[in-house]
């Protein structure tokens, strides 16, 4: 009898239907001889709902009270999981994060788990009960207090319990498919993925993928665990995420040349005008930056003109960070002694991804050419061994990611990507 793993994501569990619904398929597997660990999201939107009523009470709300806060969502949820399960006549128990023994860091609202110590959890399902515990949320091991994993952060919770529990899978539940040549919500044409490597998919997802979240992915390469990410709608087959290509017949499965095209509304640009051109700026710059724990993605530094001495250095951030980013930056403005600060936050990032970049030299022309045939100007590039990164104006983001989409051959010509719900939020 082995153990599972599963994940439903909010949009699975929106409304009590939804809960009921996923409680059946819960129990479909206990049936069928498994051991189930279900982590649950809060339902439907909800936590963007409490962000924005914390907003309206405080325009930079504090860290440890936003978490205590943003984890109610996901009790909510798991307390409606176990009611259900049990009114099918199985046992089940909820956790909380902590009570599941995801140990973490202190940064609140972006935690880093550092261990997991699932007892609890593993004499719950020994004594034949469905064990439900609530994502995106842990302890804090210095401070003891409740921490959040950061904007989807369930899939992390689950892969790490997977990990911790030995499991022989981790299925992620969601409201499409699996995992894409693009977003099905922009892309109709986009084809469902039947394996991706860990790689690729670890690229996909730090590009604004959001299926599955990056840490999820990264945590899952580190432990060498499988995930199978599917619809809690369909029940089809979805898309394997792994180290191994599997077998399909006595064939391995191909390994695509590119995966897809991940497009990213989430993140701001922020220029520093008028910089002293001479060393140590830019390093002052960036520390300030990391000081306040804030991650950047993309750097640009403009060519100094030579009569003025100055650069411009803009870098890419995500939205929720803006505010305290400027603030940073304001503190140190006499000592760097820059002009000026300008915030644009209408701009999207587009990017295409694939192992198979490495060895063709065509590609990044070709994805500039598509770019540019649908009309869309370029401000900022990136590149990595297996993506290519963009910064565009956020209005063309849709039709700059079909454009790159059809342009790479990856559009299908059969069924239409099905979204089974959500918000898209
Ligand atoms: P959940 O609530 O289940 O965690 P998310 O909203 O976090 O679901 O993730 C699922 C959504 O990810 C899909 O509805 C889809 O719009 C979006 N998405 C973005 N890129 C892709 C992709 N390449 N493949 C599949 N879905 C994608
Ligand atoms: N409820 C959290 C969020 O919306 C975590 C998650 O869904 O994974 O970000
Ligand atoms: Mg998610």
Same mark, same amino acid.
């Given at each position: 009898m082995g153990l599972v793993v599963q994940k439903y994501g909010g949009s699975s569990v929106a409304d009590a239907e939804g809960i009921k619904r996923v409680a059946k398929r819960i129990v479909e597997a206990k049936k069928n001889g498994h051991q189930v660990v279900a982590v649950v999201s809060a339902m439907g939107d909800t936590t963007d709902e409490l962000i924005d009523l914390a907003e309206q009470v405080?325009?930079? !709300?504090a860290g440890r009270e936003l978490d205590m806060l943003l984890t109610s969502g996901e009790r909510i949820s798991m307390a409606l999981l176990a009611m259900a399960i049990k009114n099918l006549g199985h046992e089940a128990q909820s956790f909380t994060g902590s009570q599941a023994g995801v140990i973490t860091d202190s940064v609140h609202n972006k935690a880093r788990i550092i &261990? +997991?110590?699932p007892g609890r959890i593993r004499t719950s399902v020994d004594e034949g009960n469905i064990a439900i515990v609530a994502g995106f949320q842990g302890v804090s091991q210095d401070s003891k207090d409740i921490t959040t994993l950061g904007r989807g952060g369930s899939d992390t919770t689950a892969v790490a319990l997977a990990a911790a529990l030995d499991a022989d899978v981790c299925e992620i539940y969601t409201d499409v498919d699996g995992v894409f040549t693009a977003d099905p919500r922009v892309v109709k044409k986009a084809q469902k993925i039947d394996w991706i490597s860990f790689e690729d998919m670890l690229e996909l997802a730090a590009s604004g993928s959001k299926v599955l979240l990056h840490r999820c992915v990264e945590y899952a390469r580190r432990y060498n665990i499988p995930i199978h990410v599917r619809s809690s709608f369909s029940g089809l087959r979805g898309t394997w995420v792994s180290n191994e290509r599997p077998e399909q017949g006595d064939q391995q499965v191909e390994h695509a040349i590119i995966s897809g095209v991940a497009h990213d509304v989430s993140e701001a640009k922020v220029t520093v005008v008028? +910089? !002293? &051109?001479? !060393?140590g700026e830019a390093a002052s710059i960036f520390r300030a930056v990391a000081s306040a724990e804030i991650n950047i993605d993309m750097i640009v530094q403009n060519v100094s003109a030579a009569s003025t001495g100055l650069t411009d250095i803009s870098f890419t951030l995500p939205k929720a960070e803006g505010k305290k980013a400027l603030s940073a930056l304001e503190k140190i403005k006499p000592t760097v002694g820059y002009d000026s600060l300008r915030y644009d936050d209408q701009v999207a990032k587009i990017s295409l991804v694939g192992a198979g970049m490495k060895t063709n030299p065509g590609v990044t022309a070709q994805f500039f050419e598509a770019l540019s045939d649908a009309g869309v100007n370029i401000e900022l590039i990136s590149t990595s061994e297996i993506r290519i990164s963009v910064v565009t104006r956020a209005d063309d983001v849709n039709e700059a990611v079909r454009a790159v989409h059809s342009s790479f051959g990856l &559009?299908? &010509?059969?069924d239409e990507a099905v979204v089974y719900g959500g918000t898209g939020r």
């Open positions: 405080s325009p930079i !709300p &261990d +997991v110590t008028g +910089v !002293p &051109d001479k !060393p &559009d299908s &010509d059969s």
